[in-house]
Nanobody, 119 residues
Framework: QVQVAESGGGLVQAGGSLRLSCTASGSSFSVDHTDWYRQPPGKQREGVAG???SGVTAVTGRFTVYRDKAKNAVHMEIDSLKPEDTDDYYC?????????????????WGQGTQVTVSS
């Protein structure tokens, strides 16, 4: 069984930076891709940035995704924060895991972490 969890959200000032973290826990699994999404109230989740399991860093505009191998985590740094960045942010991990000796694919979401940017 694999579980995904996000952390790092909170209240921040516009113009600052914030680091969100996505951690996968469990056993007998491998990660093919990690992606970050954000979800405005009442709207669908929108892709922000991501990287393959073998990735180290990826930059998409103000969003930088990088891997911490030691902690089995993928972080997303948001720079030059704007009030419009106020959203719930989610991590999605896709990969493979062993279930009763049989390998199968999985795709899991974390519970989300809330980011609020003040002007």
């Amino acid at each position: 069984q694999v579980q995904v969890a996000e952390s790092g959200g909170g209240l921040v000032q516009a113009g600052g930076s914030l680091r969100l973290s996505c951690t996968a826990s469990g056993s007998s699994f491998s990660v093919d891709h990690t992606d970050w999404y954000r979800q405005p109230p009442g709207k669908q989740r929108e892709g922000v940035a991501g990287m393959p399991g073998s990735g180290v860093t990826a930059v998409t505009g103000r969003f930088t995704v990088y891997r911490d191998k030691a902690k089995n985590a993928v972080h997303m740094e948001i720079d030059s924060l704007k009030p419009e960045d106020t959203d719930d942010y989610y991590c999605n991990i896709r990969g493979w895991r062993d279930i009763r000796g049989t390998r199968g694919q999985f795709g899991l979401w974390g519970q989300g972490t809330q980011v609020t940017v003040s002007s």
